[in-house]
Protein backbone atom coordinates (compact mmCIF):
# COMPACT_ATOMS: atom_id res chain seq x y z
CA UNK A 1 0.00 0.00 0.00
CA UNK A 2 2.98 1.92 0.84
CA UNK A 3 4.73 1.95 -2.46
CA UNK A 4 1.19 2.69 -4.15
CA UNK A 5 0.42 5.62 -2.10
CA UNK A 6 4.24 6.46 -2.99
CA UNK A 7 3.72 6.43 -6.84
CA UNK A 8 0.39 7.85 -6.37
CA UNK A 9 2.27 10.99 -5.16
CA UNK A 10 4.86 11.31 -7.44
CA UNK A 11 2.66 10.50 -10.37
CA UNK A 12 0.00 13.52 -8.92
CA UNK A 13 3.40 16.32 -8.74
CA UNK A 14 4.47 14.83 -12.00
CA UNK A 15 0.80 15.68 -13.53
CA UNK A 16 0.48 18.90 -11.95
CA UNK A 17 4.04 20.34 -12.81
CA UNK A 18 2.69 20.81 -16.52
CA UNK A 19 -0.49 22.96 -15.03
CA UNK A 20 1.51 25.04 -12.69
CA UNK A 21 3.91 25.75 -15.64
CA UNK A 22 1.07 26.93 -18.08
CA UNK A 23 -0.56 28.81 -15.17
CA UNK A 24 2.85 30.57 -14.28
CA UNK A 25 3.45 31.36 -18.53
CA UNK A 26 0.11 32.29 -18.91
CA UNK A 27 0.42 34.79 -15.79
CA UNK A 28 3.84 35.76 -17.23
CA UNK A 29 2.62 36.37 -20.65
CA UNK A 30 -0.43 38.41 -19.10
CA UNK A 31 1.43 40.85 -17.87
CA UNK A 32 3.64 41.52 -21.29
CA UNK A 33 0.16 42.32 -22.97
CA UNK A 34 -2.40 45.17 -23.10
CA UNK A 35 -6.10 44.73 -22.39
CA UNK A 36 -7.75 45.19 -25.56
CA UNK A 37 -10.64 47.18 -24.20
CA UNK A 38 -8.87 50.46 -24.07
CA UNK A 39 -8.42 50.63 -19.94
CA UNK A 40 -4.37 50.96 -20.62
CA UNK A 41 -3.84 48.27 -17.83
CA UNK A 42 -2.27 44.52 -18.56
CA UNK A 43 -4.13 42.27 -19.74
CA UNK A 44 -3.16 40.39 -16.47
CA UNK A 45 -4.40 43.16 -14.26
CA UNK A 46 -7.61 44.59 -16.23
CA UNK A 47 -10.17 44.69 -13.04
CA UNK A 48 -13.02 46.21 -15.05
CA UNK A 49 -16.45 44.63 -14.50
CA UNK A 50 -17.86 42.72 -17.40
CA UNK A 51 -14.81 43.77 -19.66
CA UNK A 52 -15.45 42.77 -23.20
CA UNK A 53 -12.29 41.56 -24.31
CA UNK A 54 -9.67 40.41 -21.42
CA UNK A 55 -11.78 37.21 -20.51
CA UNK A 56 -11.85 35.73 -24.17
CA UNK A 57 -7.94 36.82 -24.65
CA UNK A 58 -6.97 35.16 -21.26
CA UNK A 59 -8.64 32.19 -22.56
CA UNK A 60 -6.73 32.53 -25.73
CA UNK A 61 -3.74 32.67 -24.22
CA UNK A 62 -4.05 30.05 -21.87
CA UNK A 63 -4.96 27.75 -24.54
CA UNK A 64 -1.88 28.97 -26.70
CA UNK A 65 0.19 28.32 -23.68
CA UNK A 66 -0.96 25.03 -22.76
CA UNK A 67 -0.60 23.67 -26.84
CA UNK A 68 2.67 24.63 -25.86
CA UNK A 69 3.53 27.53 -29.00
CA UNK A 70 6.87 29.30 -27.65
CA UNK A 71 6.55 32.79 -26.18
CA UNK A 72 6.99 34.48 -28.82
CA UNK A 73 4.48 32.87 -31.34
CA UNK A 74 1.94 33.78 -28.93
CA UNK A 75 2.71 37.23 -28.68
CA UNK A 76 3.11 37.76 -32.46
CA UNK A 77 -0.57 35.86 -32.86
CA UNK A 78 -2.51 38.48 -30.62
CA UNK A 79 -0.25 41.23 -32.37
CA UNK A 80 -1.64 40.10 -35.61
CA UNK A 81 -4.92 39.61 -34.17
CA UNK A 82 -5.48 43.47 -32.37
CA UNK A 83 -2.47 45.21 -33.55
CA UNK A 84 0.80 46.21 -32.70
CA UNK A 85 -0.30 47.96 -29.84
CA UNK A 86 -1.49 45.38 -28.07
CA UNK A 87 2.01 44.17 -26.30
CA UNK A 88 3.03 46.11 -23.69
CA UNK A 89 6.59 46.65 -24.72
CA UNK A 90 7.37 47.04 -28.31
CA UNK A 91 9.25 43.61 -29.89
CA UNK A 92 12.79 43.42 -30.60
CA UNK A 93 12.66 43.78 -34.57
CA UNK A 94 13.43 46.56 -36.94
CA UNK A 95 13.01 50.46 -35.87
CA UNK A 96 11.79 49.00 -32.54
CA UNK A 97 14.75 48.13 -31.50
CA UNK A 98 15.84 51.57 -31.30
CA UNK A 99 13.52 51.47 -27.93
CA UNK A 100 16.01 49.29 -25.88
CA UNK A 101 19.19 50.04 -27.11
CA UNK A 102 18.85 53.88 -27.16
CA UNK A 103 18.19 54.42 -23.20
CA UNK A 104 21.29 52.50 -21.93
CA UNK A 105 23.67 53.91 -25.26
CA UNK A 106 22.93 57.21 -24.01
CA UNK A 107 23.93 56.33 -19.74
CA UNK A 108 27.51 54.67 -21.74
CA UNK A 109 27.78 57.63 -23.57
CA UNK A 110 26.91 60.18 -20.54
CA UNK A 111 29.24 58.25 -18.16
CA UNK A 112 32.18 57.95 -20.64
CA UNK A 113 31.74 61.92 -21.29
CA UNK A 114 31.92 62.51 -17.57
CA UNK A 115 35.34 60.48 -17.19
CA UNK A 116 36.77 62.17 -20.06
CA UNK A 117 35.52 65.55 -19.07
CA UNK A 118 36.76 64.78 -15.08
CA UNK A 119 40.41 63.64 -16.80
CA UNK A 120 40.44 66.99 -18.28
CA UNK A 121 39.26 68.90 -15.23
CA UNK A 122 41.79 67.08 -13.10
CA UNK A 123 44.81 67.71 -16.12
CA UNK A 124 44.29 71.38 -16.11
CA UNK A 125 44.28 71.57 -11.73
CA UNK A 126 47.39 69.55 -11.71
CA UNK A 127 48.81 72.16 -15.01
CA UNK A 128 47.93 75.34 -12.81
CA UNK A 129 48.36 74.09 -9.24
CA UNK A 130 50.96 76.43 -7.99
CA UNK A 131 53.58 74.61 -5.81
CA UNK A 132 53.20 75.13 -1.98
CA UNK A 133 55.39 76.60 0.06
CA UNK A 134 56.10 74.33 2.96
CA UNK A 135 54.92 76.60 5.93
CA UNK A 136 54.42 75.11 9.31
CA UNK A 137 50.79 75.78 9.08
CA UNK A 138 50.17 73.62 5.64
CA UNK A 139 52.41 71.22 7.40
CA UNK A 140 49.64 70.52 10.05
CA UNK A 141 46.86 71.04 8.00
CA UNK A 142 48.29 67.99 5.86
CA UNK A 143 48.97 65.75 8.69
CA UNK A 144 45.96 66.23 10.50
CA UNK A 145 44.15 65.06 6.93
CA UNK A 146 46.59 62.11 6.96
CA UNK A 147 45.58 61.46 10.64
CA UNK A 148 41.50 61.87 9.93
CA UNK A 149 41.15 60.81 6.95
CA UNK A 150 38.12 58.15 8.09
CA UNK A 151 36.21 61.70 8.66
CA UNK B 1 31.40 74.17 -9.96
CA UNK B 2 29.45 73.24 -12.91
CA UNK B 3 27.23 76.41 -12.52
CA UNK B 4 26.04 76.85 -15.95
CA UNK B 5 25.09 72.91 -15.95
CA UNK B 6 22.99 73.65 -13.19
CA UNK B 7 21.45 76.19 -14.50
CA UNK B 8 20.69 74.26 -17.51
CA UNK B 9 19.30 71.77 -15.60
CA UNK B 10 16.55 74.42 -13.82
CA UNK B 11 15.65 75.37 -16.90
CA UNK B 12 15.40 72.06 -18.56
CA UNK B 13 13.08 70.92 -15.65
CA UNK B 14 10.97 73.78 -16.10
CA UNK B 15 10.63 72.97 -19.85
CA UNK B 16 9.89 68.79 -19.01
CA UNK B 17 7.24 70.18 -16.56
CA UNK B 18 5.10 71.98 -19.53
CA UNK B 19 6.43 69.05 -22.00
CA UNK B 20 4.53 66.61 -19.67
CA UNK B 21 1.82 68.90 -19.56
CA UNK B 22 1.43 69.51 -22.95
CA UNK B 23 1.96 65.56 -24.20
CA UNK B 24 -0.92 64.43 -21.72
CA UNK B 25 -3.27 67.26 -22.38
CA UNK B 26 -3.13 67.52 -25.89
CA UNK B 27 -3.84 63.82 -26.16
CA UNK B 28 -0.43 62.91 -28.44
CA UNK B 29 -0.51 60.15 -25.37
CA UNK B 30 -3.33 58.72 -24.63
CA UNK B 31 -4.14 60.40 -21.05
CA UNK B 32 -7.49 60.56 -19.23
CA UNK B 33 -6.34 63.89 -18.48
CA UNK B 34 -7.32 65.17 -22.35
CA UNK B 35 -8.87 68.18 -23.27
CA UNK B 36 -11.91 67.05 -25.66
CA UNK B 37 -11.75 70.07 -27.73
CA UNK B 38 -9.20 72.93 -27.15
CA UNK B 39 -8.18 75.77 -29.54
CA UNK B 40 -4.64 76.07 -26.74
CA UNK B 41 -2.37 73.85 -27.98
CA UNK B 42 -0.90 76.60 -30.36
CA UNK B 43 -1.02 79.20 -27.67
CA UNK B 44 0.80 76.34 -25.35
CA UNK B 45 3.07 75.59 -28.26
CA UNK B 46 4.37 79.43 -28.35
CA UNK B 47 4.40 80.15 -24.59
CA UNK B 48 7.13 77.32 -24.14
CA UNK B 49 8.98 78.83 -27.26
CA UNK B 50 8.99 81.94 -25.42
CA UNK B 51 9.70 80.40 -22.29
CA UNK B 52 12.87 78.59 -24.35
CA UNK B 53 14.19 81.65 -25.63
CA UNK B 54 14.28 83.58 -22.42
CA UNK B 55 15.87 80.93 -20.66
CA UNK B 56 18.82 81.05 -23.60
CA UNK B 57 18.93 84.83 -23.61
CA UNK B 58 19.19 84.95 -19.53
CA UNK B 59 22.04 81.87 -19.92
CA UNK B 60 23.92 84.75 -23.14
CA UNK B 61 23.60 87.62 -20.88
CA UNK B 62 25.10 86.24 -17.63
CA UNK B 63 27.67 83.70 -18.54
CA UNK B 64 30.38 85.65 -17.27
CA UNK B 65 29.21 85.30 -14.07
CA UNK B 66 28.41 81.59 -14.43
CA UNK B 67 31.68 80.66 -15.52
CA UNK B 68 33.66 78.16 -12.92
CA UNK B 69 36.57 77.08 -12.23
CA UNK B 70 36.49 73.36 -12.55
CA UNK B 71 39.27 71.57 -10.14
CA UNK B 72 38.90 68.18 -9.56
CA UNK B 73 42.51 66.84 -8.20
CA UNK B 74 40.99 63.06 -8.26
CA UNK B 75 38.52 60.98 -9.96
CA UNK B 76 37.88 58.98 -6.82
CA UNK B 77 36.54 62.38 -4.65
CA UNK B 78 33.40 63.70 -3.98
CA UNK B 79 32.73 66.19 -6.58
CA UNK B 80 33.53 63.43 -9.64
CA UNK B 81 30.83 61.35 -7.63
CA UNK B 82 28.55 64.40 -7.95
CA UNK B 83 28.67 64.30 -11.92
CA UNK B 84 28.41 60.74 -12.16
CA UNK B 85 25.54 60.77 -10.02
CA UNK B 86 24.32 64.10 -12.61
CA UNK B 87 24.46 61.46 -15.67
CA UNK B 88 22.54 58.36 -13.81
CA UNK B 89 20.02 60.94 -12.43
CA UNK B 90 19.76 62.66 -16.56
CA UNK B 91 19.55 59.02 -17.76
CA UNK B 92 16.49 57.81 -15.69
CA UNK B 93 15.17 61.22 -16.91
CA UNK B 94 15.82 60.56 -20.70
CA UNK B 95 14.51 56.74 -20.33
CA UNK B 96 10.80 57.80 -19.06
CA UNK B 97 10.59 61.15 -21.77
CA UNK B 98 12.01 58.22 -25.03
CA UNK B 99 9.34 55.44 -23.90
CA UNK B 100 6.68 58.31 -23.69
CA UNK B 101 7.56 59.80 -27.03
CA UNK B 102 8.77 56.49 -28.77
CA UNK B 103 4.87 55.49 -29.69
CA UNK B 104 4.74 58.57 -31.30
CA UNK B 105 7.87 58.25 -33.24
CA UNK B 106 6.96 54.88 -34.17
CA UNK B 107 4.22 55.99 -35.94
CA UNK B 108 6.02 58.52 -37.66
CA UNK B 109 8.68 56.23 -38.89
CA UNK B 110 6.78 52.92 -39.24
CA UNK B 111 3.14 54.05 -39.49
CA UNK B 112 2.36 52.42 -36.72
CA UNK B 113 1.77 53.15 -33.19
CA UNK B 114 3.56 50.57 -30.45
CA UNK B 115 2.79 50.60 -26.59
CA UNK B 116 6.00 51.19 -24.15
CA UNK B 117 4.15 50.09 -20.98
CA UNK B 118 5.49 48.51 -17.80
CA UNK B 119 7.94 45.86 -18.99
CA UNK B 120 9.89 48.44 -21.12
CA UNK B 121 10.70 50.46 -17.61
CA UNK B 122 10.83 47.33 -15.61
CA UNK B 123 13.89 46.21 -17.61
CA UNK B 124 15.30 49.59 -18.32
CA UNK B 125 14.85 52.24 -15.61
CA UNK B 126 14.95 49.27 -12.66
CA UNK B 127 18.93 48.63 -13.46
CA UNK B 128 19.44 52.68 -13.63
CA UNK B 129 17.86 53.08 -10.33
CA UNK B 130 20.07 50.34 -8.66
CA UNK B 131 22.89 52.19 -10.02
CA UNK B 132 22.20 55.10 -8.87
CA UNK B 133 21.87 53.74 -5.24
CA UNK B 134 24.88 52.16 -5.57
CA UNK B 135 26.69 55.72 -6.13
CA UNK B 136 24.34 56.80 -2.98
CA UNK B 137 26.21 54.23 -0.90
CA UNK B 138 29.81 55.13 -2.50
CA UNK B 139 29.13 58.75 -2.59
CA UNK B 140 29.71 59.25 1.05
CA UNK B 141 32.60 56.89 1.28
CA UNK B 142 34.58 59.41 -0.55
CA UNK B 143 36.67 62.08 0.63
CA UNK B 144 36.29 65.57 -0.74
CA UNK B 145 38.96 67.09 -3.07
CA UNK B 146 41.21 63.71 -3.44
CA UNK B 147 40.21 59.86 -2.54
CA UNK B 148 42.46 57.02 -3.65
CA UNK B 149 41.72 53.48 -3.89
CA UNK B 150 43.40 52.92 -0.58
CA UNK B 151 40.72 54.55 1.64
CA UNK B 152 37.84 53.56 -0.39
CA UNK B 153 38.98 50.17 0.06
CA UNK B 154 39.51 50.72 4.09
CA UNK B 155 35.60 52.61 4.32
CA UNK B 156 34.11 49.84 1.49
CA UNK B 157 34.96 47.05 4.36
CA UNK B 158 31.60 47.39 6.58
CA UNK B 159 29.09 48.50 4.11
CA UNK B 160 30.03 45.48 2.26
CA UNK B 161 30.16 42.90 5.42
CA UNK B 162 26.70 44.20 5.71
CA UNK B 163 25.42 43.75 2.31
CA UNK B 164 27.09 40.37 2.64
CA UNK B 165 24.90 39.78 5.57
CA UNK B 166 21.75 40.65 4.18
CA UNK B 167 22.25 38.74 1.17
CA UNK B 168 22.45 35.90 3.33
CA UNK B 169 19.96 36.37 5.68
CA UNK B 170 17.52 36.49 2.46
CA UNK B 171 18.71 33.39 0.67
CA UNK B 172 18.19 31.77 3.94
CA UNK B 173 14.97 33.06 4.60
CA UNK B 174 13.79 31.62 1.25
CA UNK B 175 14.21 34.41 -1.14
CA UNK B 176 15.28 32.34 -4.88
CA UNK B 177 16.49 35.28 -7.03
CA UNK B 178 17.54 33.82 -9.64
CA UNK B 179 13.70 32.67 -10.30
CA UNK B 180 12.53 35.61 -12.08
CA UNK B 181 12.94 39.22 -13.18
CA UNK B 182 11.35 40.30 -10.21
CA UNK B 183 12.96 38.47 -7.49
CA UNK B 184 16.53 39.23 -8.65
CA UNK B 185 15.65 42.48 -8.94
CA UNK B 186 14.28 43.07 -5.43
CA UNK B 187 17.10 40.85 -3.78
CA UNK B 188 19.69 43.55 -5.35
CA UNK B 189 18.24 46.74 -4.26
CA UNK B 190 17.27 44.46 -0.67
CA UNK B 191 21.12 43.95 -0.84
CA UNK B 192 21.96 47.42 -2.35
CA UNK B 193 20.02 49.06 0.23
CA UNK B 194 21.99 47.32 3.15
CA UNK B 195 25.25 48.39 1.36
CA UNK B 196 23.86 52.38 1.89
CA UNK B 197 22.15 51.73 5.43
CA UNK B 198 25.55 50.64 6.65
CA UNK B 199 27.61 53.23 4.74
CA UNK B 200 25.86 56.42 6.02
CA UNK B 201 25.57 54.55 9.67
CA UNK B 202 29.38 53.88 9.92
CA UNK B 203 29.79 58.09 8.83
CA UNK B 204 27.88 58.58 11.81
CA UNK B 205 29.60 56.36 14.21
CA UNK B 206 33.12 57.34 13.47
CA UNK B 207 32.69 60.82 13.48
CA UNK B 208 30.35 60.38 16.63
CA UNK B 209 33.30 57.78 18.10
CA UNK B 210 35.55 60.28 17.63
CA UNK B 211 33.80 63.14 20.02
CA UNK B 212 33.04 60.07 22.36
CA UNK B 213 36.63 59.58 23.04
CA UNK B 214 37.90 62.89 23.37
CA UNK B 215 34.51 64.15 25.49
CA UNK B 216 33.13 60.94 27.09
CA UNK B 217 30.08 61.90 26.29
CA UNK B 218 27.31 59.26 25.17
CA UNK B 219 26.99 57.84 21.63
CA UNK B 220 23.75 59.42 21.09
CA UNK B 221 24.84 62.85 22.50
CA UNK B 222 27.62 62.46 20.51
CA UNK B 223 25.79 61.91 17.30
CA UNK B 224 23.75 64.93 18.11
CA UNK B 225 27.01 67.37 18.78
CA UNK B 226 28.20 65.71 15.41
CA UNK B 227 25.44 66.16 13.45
CA UNK B 228 24.94 70.03 14.58
CA UNK B 229 28.93 70.42 14.08
CA UNK B 230 27.93 69.88 10.40
CA UNK B 231 24.24 69.77 9.76
CA UNK B 232 24.49 69.98 5.48
CA UNK B 233 26.80 66.60 6.03
CA UNK B 234 24.87 64.89 8.26
CA UNK B 235 21.55 65.87 6.94
CA UNK B 236 22.45 64.54 3.69
CA UNK B 237 23.14 61.24 5.33
CA UNK B 238 20.25 61.34 6.57
CA UNK B 239 18.43 61.74 3.46
CA UNK B 240 20.81 59.03 1.95
CA UNK B 241 19.42 56.59 4.23
CA UNK B 242 15.91 58.01 3.64
CA UNK B 243 16.68 57.23 -0.14
CA UNK B 244 17.50 53.45 0.95
CA UNK B 245 14.79 52.86 2.62
CA UNK B 246 12.58 53.84 -0.36
CA UNK B 247 14.02 52.05 -2.30
CA UNK B 248 13.48 49.12 -0.12
CA UNK B 249 9.55 49.60 0.09
CA UNK B 250 10.25 49.51 -3.99
CA UNK B 251 11.04 46.77 -4.06
CA UNK B 252 8.70 45.01 -2.44
CA UNK B 253 6.23 45.71 -5.31
CA UNK B 254 8.06 42.55 -7.12
CA UNK B 255 5.54 40.32 -4.64
CA UNK B 256 2.50 42.38 -5.40
CA UNK B 257 -0.60 39.81 -5.69
CA UNK B 258 -4.08 40.55 -6.34
CA UNK B 259 -7.37 38.39 -6.43
CA UNK B 260 -10.91 38.36 -7.58
CA UNK B 261 -13.92 36.44 -6.28
CA UNK B 262 -17.54 36.04 -6.24
CA UNK B 263 -18.01 35.98 -2.56
CA UNK B 264 -21.07 35.25 -1.10
CA UNK B 265 -21.88 35.10 2.57
CA UNK B 266 -19.37 33.62 4.75
CA UNK B 267 -16.98 32.53 1.71
CA UNK B 268 -14.23 33.02 2.32
CA UNK B 269 -10.55 33.99 0.14
CA UNK B 270 -6.98 33.36 0.57
CA UNK B 271 -4.62 35.84 0.12
CA UNK B 272 -0.76 35.94 1.68
CA UNK B 273 -1.03 35.52 5.30
CA UNK B 274 -4.57 36.61 5.04
CA UNK B 275 -8.08 35.22 5.14
CA UNK B 276 -10.92 37.46 4.39
CA UNK B 277 -14.64 36.81 5.23
CA UNK B 278 -17.78 37.96 3.73
CA UNK B 279 -19.53 39.01 6.44
CA UNK B 280 -22.89 40.68 4.93
CA UNK B 281 -23.40 42.46 1.66
CA UNK B 282 -25.63 45.84 2.19
CA UNK B 283 -27.25 49.09 0.01
CA UNK B 284 -27.87 52.50 1.19
CA UNK B 285 -28.64 55.71 -0.28
CA UNK B 286 -28.75 59.83 1.07
CA UNK B 287 -29.30 63.08 -1.06
CA UNK B 288 -25.53 62.58 -2.52
CA UNK B 289 -25.39 59.24 -3.53
CA UNK B 290 -26.65 55.26 -4.04
CA UNK B 291 -24.19 52.78 -2.01
CA UNK B 292 -23.08 49.41 -2.08
CA UNK B 293 -20.87 47.88 0.29
CA UNK B 294 -19.26 44.31 1.79
CA UNK B 295 -18.26 43.91 4.93
CA UNK B 296 -15.14 41.80 5.16
CA UNK B 297 -13.55 40.27 8.33
CA UNK B 298 -9.62 40.16 7.72
CA UNK B 299 -8.02 37.27 9.44
CA UNK B 300 -4.17 36.79 9.74
CA UNK B 301 -3.41 33.06 10.57
CA UNK B 302 -6.74 32.61 12.15
CA UNK B 303 -6.37 35.84 14.56
CA UNK B 304 -8.98 38.35 13.93
CA UNK B 305 -7.16 41.84 12.28
CA UNK B 306 -9.93 43.86 11.21
CA UNK B 307 -13.28 44.69 9.38
CA UNK B 308 -12.87 46.15 5.78
CA UNK B 309 -15.99 48.14 4.10
CA UNK B 310 -15.21 48.63 0.18
CA UNK B 311 -17.75 50.34 -1.32
CA UNK B 312 -19.01 51.18 -4.93
CA UNK B 313 -21.19 54.80 -4.94
CA UNK B 314 -23.45 55.69 -7.65
CA UNK B 315 -23.46 59.76 -7.34
CA UNK B 316 -26.99 61.40 -8.44
CA UNK B 317 -26.11 64.60 -9.95
CA UNK B 318 -23.02 63.68 -12.25
CA UNK B 319 -24.53 60.12 -12.75
CA UNK B 320 -20.90 58.64 -12.28
CA UNK B 321 -19.39 55.49 -10.36
CA UNK B 322 -17.05 55.95 -7.81
CA UNK B 323 -14.96 52.47 -5.85
CA UNK B 324 -14.44 53.59 -2.28
CA UNK B 325 -11.25 51.12 -1.36
CA UNK B 326 -10.98 49.57 2.57
CA UNK B 327 -7.47 49.13 3.33
CA UNK B 328 -5.33 48.20 6.09
CA UNK B 329 -1.73 48.48 6.48
CA UNK B 330 0.85 47.69 8.06
CA UNK B 331 4.77 47.26 7.78
CA UNK B 332 4.99 44.07 6.08
CA UNK B 333 1.60 44.31 3.88
CA UNK B 334 -0.44 46.95 2.41
CA UNK B 335 -4.06 44.55 1.67
CA UNK B 336 -6.45 46.81 -0.44
CA UNK B 337 -9.94 45.84 -0.88
CA UNK B 338 -12.38 46.92 -3.86
CA UNK B 339 -16.23 45.79 -3.89
CA UNK B 340 -16.21 45.49 -7.61
CA UNK B 341 -20.04 45.04 -7.91
CA UNK B 342 -21.96 42.37 -9.19
CA UNK B 343 -21.42 39.47 -11.40
CA UNK B 344 -24.17 40.58 -14.68
CA UNK B 345 -24.84 36.60 -15.19
CA UNK B 346 -24.50 35.15 -11.56
CA UNK B 347 -25.64 38.62 -9.64
CA UNK B 348 -23.30 37.86 -7.01
CA UNK B 349 -20.75 40.18 -5.29
CA UNK B 350 -17.50 40.53 -6.65
CA UNK B 351 -14.73 40.98 -4.33
CA UNK B 352 -11.04 42.09 -5.33
CA UNK B 353 -7.93 42.18 -3.12
CA UNK B 354 -4.75 43.85 -3.98
CA UNK B 355 -1.60 42.27 -1.67
CA UNK B 356 1.24 44.62 -1.85
CA UNK B 357 4.49 44.58 0.48
CA UNK B 358 6.85 46.77 2.35
CA UNK B 359 4.73 50.07 1.01
CA UNK B 360 4.72 51.55 4.20
CA UNK B 361 8.48 51.61 4.43
CA UNK B 362 8.36 54.42 1.39
CA UNK B 363 6.26 56.57 3.34
CA UNK B 364 9.18 55.90 5.92
CA UNK B 365 11.49 56.72 3.76
CA UNK B 366 9.54 60.24 2.66
CA UNK B 367 9.61 61.18 6.12
CA UNK B 368 13.59 60.30 7.05
CA UNK B 369 14.25 62.46 3.96
CA UNK B 370 12.19 65.19 4.88
CA UNK B 371 13.63 65.15 8.24
CA UNK B 372 16.94 64.84 6.92
CA UNK B 373 16.27 68.09 4.99
CA UNK B 374 15.64 70.00 7.72
CA UNK B 375 18.53 68.78 9.39
CA UNK B 376 20.86 70.09 6.74
CA UNK B 377 18.86 73.77 6.63
CA UNK B 378 19.08 73.84 10.45
CA UNK B 379 22.80 76.57 10.55
CA UNK B 380 25.99 74.11 11.86
CA UNK B 381 26.95 75.66 15.46
CA UNK B 382 30.60 75.71 14.16
CA UNK B 383 31.30 78.64 11.42
CA UNK B 384 35.41 78.44 11.15
CA UNK B 385 35.34 75.22 10.01
CA UNK B 386 38.71 75.69 7.51
CA UNK B 387 40.35 77.54 11.16
CA UNK B 388 43.54 76.28 11.30
CA UNK B 389 44.63 73.80 14.48
CA UNK B 390 46.05 75.22 17.22
CA UNK B 391 49.76 73.96 17.73
CA UNK B 392 49.28 73.43 21.60
CA UNK B 393 47.97 70.34 22.63
CA UNK B 394 44.91 69.82 23.87
CA UNK B 395 43.39 68.63 27.01
CA UNK B 396 41.66 64.66 27.22
CA UNK B 397 38.43 66.74 28.36
CA UNK B 398 38.51 69.47 25.96
CA UNK B 399 34.94 70.68 25.12
CA UNK B 400 33.90 69.37 21.82
CA UNK B 401 33.86 73.00 20.33
CA UNK B 402 37.63 73.03 20.12
CA UNK B 403 37.64 69.78 17.90
CA UNK B 404 37.68 70.52 13.93
CA UNK B 405 36.55 69.11 11.56
CA UNK B 406 38.85 68.41 8.57
CA UNK B 407 38.51 66.63 5.23
CA UNK B 408 34.87 66.27 5.34
CA UNK B 409 31.36 68.40 5.07
CA UNK B 410 30.63 70.85 2.93
Known amino acids: MRPLRLILAVALVLGTMGASNVAARSNALSHQMMCACGCNQLLGECNHMGCPDSPSMLAMLHTDVASGMSNRAILLAFEQQYGPTVLASPMFTRFNQAAWFVPPAMLLLGLLGAFLLLRRWRGRTRATAAPRAATPESETLARVRRETDFL | ?410
Open chain 2, 1 to 410: MMKQWNVWLIFSTFLLTMLGTDLTRSGLVSSVHAFAQSSIGDWFHSFMLVVFVVCAVTFWRQKDHLRSDHRIESLLSRESSFLFNNVVLLAACFTILFGTLFPIVSEYVQGNKVTVGAPFYNRIAIPIGAFLLLLTGIGPLLAWRSGSLTSLRRNIVMPLTGAGAVAVLLLASGERPWLDNGSFYAFTVWVLCAFVATAVLCEFLRGAGVIHRQTGRGWLRSSVTLTHRNTRRYGGYVIHFGVAIIFLGFAGSAFNQSREQEMRYHDRMHIGPYTLEAESFSQDSNRNYDVEYALLNVYDHGHFVTTLTPAKRFYLASQQTETIVANHSTLAWDLYTVYAGKDPQSGEPVIKVFLNPLVAWIWIGVLMVVAGTGIALVPSRLSALAAPVRQEPKAVNAPEENLVAVGGGD
